[in-house]
Antibody
């Protein structure tokens, strides 16, 4: 069965960086992409960007351009999302989700990773 | 500010039918991009409920249905049950970005 298992919760200070991992199993990793979606406390879903596991092409949300980098390691079927220069409003649950393209549906989701930014 | 507009909340009694709207524009839903719907139960990750405007993934009850017309889409839930109480999000595509609606909280009275 398809599973996306994310790394554990993180606590970071403002200005630091965080790297969240998402290990995929149960399907051919390179046949899909991975979207990263975050949800601030009590708020809605915010799409951060997408990466093709086939060729590494990325598409980032404009508001995060320059601070976010998405990568994949096809040898371990793992996707990574790194966010730099963290601010308090980056505190959120970060989800990875499988999709074929940014305009398609996210059919499987990771369990979420809470990132807390606090001094 | 999301490009897809949903009502913040809807409610209904058990057994009733409720609908949740998702209003877009000519640059997203009206441009022909599909609409997808997700259900998020408290404290859990979102779950795909409807894809491609009106298709249900395996395991989703047929009480849930989706439709799309013009620049809007709707999610309908019939035979409302207590376990349907959750947040619901629509999603489409706009200006090279995956876009989510602001979410709708469904309360089962």
């Amino acid at each position: 069965q398809v599973q996306l298992v994310q790394s554990g919760a993180e606590v970071k200070k403002p200005g630091a960086s965080v790297k969240v991992s998402c290990k995929a199993s149960g399907y051919t990793f390179t046949s899909y992409g991975i979207s990263w979606v975050r949800q601030a406390p009590g708020q809605g879903l915010e799409w951060m960007g997408w990466i093709s596991a086939y060729n590494g092409n990325t598409n980032y949300a404009q508001k995060l351009q320059g601070r976010v980098t998405m990568t994949t390691d096809t040898s371990t079927s793992t996707a990574y999302m790194e966010l730099r220069s963290l601010r308090s409003d980056d505190t959120a649950v970060y989800y990875c989700a499988r999709d074929r393209n940014p305009w398609r549906e996210c059919d499987y989701w990771g369990q979420g990773t809470l990132v807390t930014v606090s001094s | 500010q999301s490009v897809l507009t949903q009502p913040p909340s809807v409610s209904g009694a058990p057994g009733q039918r409720v609908t949740i709207s998702c209003t877009g524009s000519s640059s997203n839903i009206g441009a022909g991009y599909d609409v997808h719907w997700y259900q998020q139960l408290p404290g859990t990750a979102p779950k795909l409920l409807i894809y491609g405007n009106s298709n249900r993934p395996s395991g989703v009850p047929d009480r849930f249905s989706g439709s799309k017309s013009g620049t809007s889409a709707s999610l309908a839930i019939t035979g409302l049950q207590a376990e349907d109480e959750a947040d619901y999000y629509c999603q489409s595509y706009d200006s090279s970005l995956k876009s989510f609606g602001g979410g709708t909280k469904l309360t089962v009275l």
